[in-house]
């Protein structure tokens, strides 16, 4: 069961993580009210950390200066200039088959590759472990 959605059945513009939850609106997951960063903190610090490592990327300029036209907070964010994302992060998703979940987000990246690997894990013994058992 996929828990986000089939990356190759989008187009090659759309598979963008930060584009998708900016598209469905908090829809699918949230930043749980406890933890410290919300997801649009950490997407600007990691595209903060994209643009320092390209700063010539024409394409990741122009994404950025699409998510900070149609959003006020990643607008806001971006101006911090924060550079620090997290590796891991706590989310809360609803799943329209597998209801509520905590999963634990962690972000790998590729040395050399531009490209990071995202993970979620659910705790060990968790009604979300037991949900994407299922």
């Not at 090659?12 to 919300?38: I, K």
């Not at 706590?90 to 987000?105: A, I, S």
Request: net charge neutral; with cysteine; proline share 7%.
């Amino acid at each position: 069961m996929k828990l986000i959605g089939d990356f190759a059945h989008f187009p090659a513009e759309r598979r963008n993580a930060v584009r998708l939850a900016m598209e469905l609106g908090g829809t699918l997951c949230e930043t749980p009210v406890h933890a410290a960063e919300t997801f649009t903190r950490q997407a600007a610090a990691q595209l903060h950390v994209a643009r320092a490592r390209n700063p010539g990327d024409r394409k990741l300029a122009e994404l950025i200066n699409e998510f900070a036209a149609h959003d006020p907070e990643f607008a806001a964010e971006w101006r911090t200039h924060d550079v620090r994302p997290s590796a891991a992060v706590r989310k809360n998703f609803h799943h329209p088959v597998l209801g509520d979940l905590e999963l634990d987000r962690y972000t790998l990246d590729i040395p050399g590759s531009g490209l990071s690997l995202v993970v979620y894990t659910a705790q060990p013994g968790s009604p979300s472990a037991t949900a994407l058992r299922l």
